[in-house]
């Protein structure tokens, strides 16, 4: 897969950070922090939503692959329907995946390059949650993975969908885990504490991806940052 840098927009210098992590992880959280910083966030859910929404592109051709069950009264579609399919089916995943997944790159391209523009910014941020399972974080100059201890990531969907262990661990397991992710990643946040701790470290990863920034915008090339998926 090519790297996406947009030097055909005219923004070769505009460093492109991939942020993501796994359910109950907190990466919302972090990229409202980078939004309040005032990094430009293009949100991947948002587009999707967007696209199952009535009159969203994605439609017509989810509803000819998963059926009218799924249909909301004003046209778009039931998104915790669809997702009673998907999670219990990785087949049905993928299906659903090679629908809207184009359409989303065609958006978040769109968005990104828009935002940059507005903004003036030298980066900008892709929240997506299937950014490594997609080998789309191949096309950003950072990954950025939000990290969540185990324990505390299956405590957290507990309490925020009112379900128990089993129904919770399940949707945990239907994703990539969460360790295979932090492998990846050039800088990881650790959100297992509490919020103002995270806050210091999406403080320290601002000026990490400035830094980053100006070494793009000089031609130079960007260090190493591989961290370690295991924090003390």
Request: charged fraction near 25%; proline fraction near 5%.
């Amino acid at each position: 897969m090519s790297r996406f840098f947009l030097d055909e927009e005219g923004l070769p210098h505009l460093l492109l950070v991939g942020l993501t992590g796994g359910i109950g992880t907190g990466k919302s959280t972090v990229a409202g922090m980078l939004r309040e910083a005032g990094c430009p966030v293009v949100d991947a859910d948002a587009i999707v939503h967007r696209l199952l929404d009535p009159g969203g592109a994605a439609v017509p051709e989810v509803l000819e692959a998963f059926g009218n069950g799924i249909a909301e009264t004003g046209g778009g579609i039931d998104r915790a329907a669809l997702a009673e399919i998907v999670f219990k089916n990785e087949t049905q995943r993928k299906r659903l995946e090679a629908i809207v997944h184009p359409l989303v790159v065609a958006e978040s391209r769109e968005r990104m390059i828009a935002a940059a523009r507005e903004t003036g910014a030298e980066m900008v941020v892709y929240d997506a949650a299937l950014l490594i399972e997609t080998e789309r974080y191949r096309q950003f100059h950072r990954l950025v993975v939000v990290y969540t201890r185990p324990s505390i990531q299956l405590q957290r969907i507990m309490e925020r969908d009112k379900t128990g262990p089993d129904r919770a661990g399940a949707r945990i397991r239907s994703q990539m885990p969460i360790e295979r992710k932090a492998a990846l990643a050039d800088y990881l946040v650790d959100n297992s504490g509490h919020w103002q701790e995270t806050r210091k470290q999406v403080s320290t990863l601002i000026d990490q991806l400035a830094e980053d920034a100006r070494l793009l915008r000089q031609g130079l090339p960007l260090p190493i940052r591989r961290v370690s998926p295991f924090l003390s």
